[in-house]
């Protein structure tokens, strides 16, 4: 089968830096992507990483290693705003996209 | 900046009825998603076209069709309707420029079957 493994839930104080880990097991892997989804919300991209290694955008960063099936979002001086669930989600090849149950954050003053 | 437009935003259906939701991607996207995404859950891939032409399926049930029409607009036909098929359906749209697989997502439409 397929998986994608996150933590449910995290919780940190605004100004800190949260990282949000992502394993997968899945067929075919052609990139892991990350979103945000406030409630009542559509998903957000976030970052997308194809090849080992970190990508930085803003105050968000996400990592790739594919040799262990493993990346992270890290999410630096956090806002109350950052609070919200974020999937990874794998292409698992042509058009298809497997996304993780989400890791809700919740973030306090 | 044009987002994807989905419609309606809202419907209400009763069992064993019809439903058509409707998907406007971004203009010059040639990608379409559809995800079902269940309370409290992750989207679930449904069906995907490229270039108007079904690339790939999930776990869309067999009562479920969609098609891409030669506007780039995308329709979910969904048929003998359940009391499991209340949920948000999601319809995004990628650009593949660059090789990248980033979606953009559009509102979705809030399906509830009573």
């Known amino acids: 089968g397929q998986s994608l493994e996150q933590p449910s839930e995290v919780t940190a104080v605004e100004g800190a830096i949260v990282q949000i880990n992502c394993t997968y097991q899945?067929?075919?892997?052609?990139?892991l992507s990350w979103y945000q989804q406030h409630d009542g919300g559509a998903p957000t991209f976030l970052s997308y990483?194809?090849?080992?290694g970190l990508e930085e955008t803003g105050r968000f960063s996400s990592f790739l290693s594919r040799s262990d099936s493993y990346g992270y979002l890290l999410l630096q001086e956090l806002q109350m705003k950052d609070s919200a669930s974020y999937f990874c989600a794998v292409n698992t090849g042509g058009f298809k996209t497997i996304f993780g149950a989400g890791t809700r954050l919740f973030v306090k003053a | 900046a044009a987002g994807v437009i989905q419609s309606p935003r809202h419907l209400i259906k009763e069992k064993r009825e019809t439903a058509t939701l409707k998907c406007y991607p971004i203009p010059r996207h040639d990608t379409v998603y559809w995800y079902q995404q269940g309370p409290g859950q992750d989207p679930q891939f449904l069906i995907s076209f490229y270039e108007k032409m079904q690339s790939d399926k999930g776990s869309i049930p067999d009562r479920f069709s969609a098609q891409q029409f030669s506007d780039y607009h995308s329709e979910l036909n969904m048929s003998s309707l359940e009391l499991g098929d209340s949920a948000l359906y999601f319809c995004a749209s990628s650009p593949l420029a660059g090789g990248t697989y980033e979606q953009y997502f559009g509102p979705g439409t809030r399906l509830t079957v009573t």
């Open positions: 899945t067929s075919g892997f052609y990139g």
């Open positions: 990483n194809a090849l080992d």
